[in-house]
């Protein structure tokens, strides 16, 4: 098939169908997208309010992909690409009633109350234990057996928190953290295998990668706004709510009120694979749906004069041991520029997640009665009164990569096979962060460039 004869439907303009859509469009192909909302970008939606600059959805990504730099790199015409201050690599962790600094050195790791003394002594070992052979060992598996219950406890416990809003005992290493199980995996540890990784030759190209955080100047808006200026705003269906698509068996064409497609690109989540592909059958689709989502709150708080503790920090994550009412607070004005006035501050407060489901019920104004609490006693705010305020929920906010994972995978790939032109994308598979959605579509459109040459 030509080129000029593929017609292809992205179902979703969140940020895996806009990168999809970008690249497709640069190569050639017609595309349309097809969004429920009435505009684009999915969760992703910057808001500017009063001198500050909240972001719903994401706050920030990591430079983690290749493609997540090249992306910039081909929008930079549009929309320019912000790295953190130098202040994002400081992270926190409360414990036992305040704030502790994640150890970045030697020293640091040895003085940290974070860690037990047997736990430190054993991270010295780390790099001479076998390899697991669970290939579906839980994070919180693998971290007991290679460096202990207080680096489980008080450091990735929490991380999982502000990364998955989820639970380590719950996801598994392969799907979840795949690079982490890569480590141990393919070089025997995680202290050896990072020091073997990155000691291994790169090439220009990787060294786009790294552990830098991003966002957009101005917003991640900002980026969603590139996207759809180059992709054109006129390829995009805003308010299609209840699509259900039709395939035809003679031409294998899929049809979407009399629009015929040669391919379809899914990136809505598993919830809604069922009523959007009422062909797909039931017994393969059942295995996808089986997919857990975290249900999340958000609250943004703007203060025009902050009186806190000084927060020149990326953020603070909390332990679930601890057993406070929030994931995490992102400090964003103290590592992006122009996100508060100045000498004010800006705050993202995160609760709910897996471990507190029941939260995603609560009215507002008891969640703000427990981020108040919260906040005062944690940043030791003497008088809470945000000069903005809002709150953003998420029903679906992140999906857990957990037991089901290997059928959902093959669920996937086994539909792919049988409805040649469907392709099943989106955070359902391929990571959860920013990076990887921006992967996941730039890969999709290259693959079909290649078919199609």
Avoid at 319 to 326: F, G, I, L, Q, T
Avoid at 385 to 394: E, H, K, Q, T
């Amino acid at each position: 098939m030509k080129k000029e004869e593929v017609n292809i439907a992205i179902i979703g303009a969140g940020l895996s169908g806009l990168t999809t859509a970008f690249y497709l469009k640069k190569y050639g192909f017609k595309v349309r997208i097809f969004e429920k909302n009435e505009q684009a970008g999915g969760a992703i939606q910057t808001h500017h309010i009063d001198g500050f600059v909240m972001e719903a959805g994401p706050n920030t990504g990591s430079m983690s992909r290749v493609e997540a730099a090249e992306l910039f790199e081909d929008l930079q015409a549009d929309c320019k690409l912000e790295t953190a201050d130098e202040t994002a690599k400081s992270r926190w962790i409360w414990l036992n009633g305040k704030w502790c600094v994640i150890p970045s050195g030697l020293i640091g790791g040895i003085t940290t109350p974070l860690f037990s003394f047997a736990d430190k002594l054993r991270l010295l070992g780390e790099p001479f234990r076998k390899p697991g052979n669970n290939p579906d060992e839980t994070v919180a598996g693998l971290v007991r057996r290679r460096m202990g219950k207080t680096f489980l406890r008080n450091a990735v416990d929490p991380f999982i928190s502000g990364v998955y809003s989820g639970n380590p005992e719950i996801l598994v290493t392969r799907f979840a953290l795949p690079k982490l199980y890569a480590l141990e995996q393919n070089y025997g540890s995680f202290i050896g295998g990072a020091i073997k990784k990155a000691r291994e030759p790169k090439t220009g190209r990787d060294k786009k990668a790294t552990s830098s955080v991003f966002s957009a100047e101005g917003g991640l808006g900002n980026l969603v706004k590139a996207l759809v200026k180059n992709i054109g705003e006129e390829n995009i269906s805003f308010g299609c709510k209840n699509l259900a698509f039709e395939k035809t068996t003679a031409k294998q064409e899929f049809i979407l009120d009399n629009q015929k497609f040669t391919h379809v690109i899914s990136t809505i989540g598993a919830f809604a694979l069922e009523k959007t592909f009422p062909f797909l059958p039931a017994e393969k689709i059942k295995k996808i749906d089986r997919l857990e989502y975290a249900k999340v709150i958000q609250v943004s708080l703007g203060f025009k004069k902050w009186e806190g503790i000084p927060i020149r920090s990326f953020g603070g994550l909390v332990p679930s041991a601890e057993k406070r009412d929030v994931l995490g607070i992102l400090f964003l004005s103290s590592f992006l520029k122009n996100r508060a006035p100045k000498g004010g501050a800006l705050l993202s407060v995160f609760l709910g997640g897996i471990r507190k489901p029941e939260f995603y019920q609560m009215n507002d104004e008891e969640i703000l009665a427990i981020v108040k609490r919260e906040v005062i006693d944690m940043l030791q705010v003497p008088d809470f009164n945000p000069d903005v305020v809002r709150i953003f929920r998420y029903e679906h906010a992140i999906p857990q990569y957990s037991f089901e994972s290997e059928e959902k995978l093959k669920a996937i790939s086994e539909l792919e096979s049988e409805f040649a032109g469907l392709i099943l994308a989106g955070n359902i598979r391929d990571g959860i962060g920013m990076a990887d959605r921006i992967r996941q579509g730039r890969l999709i459109a290259d693959e079909m460039m290649n078919e199609h040459k």
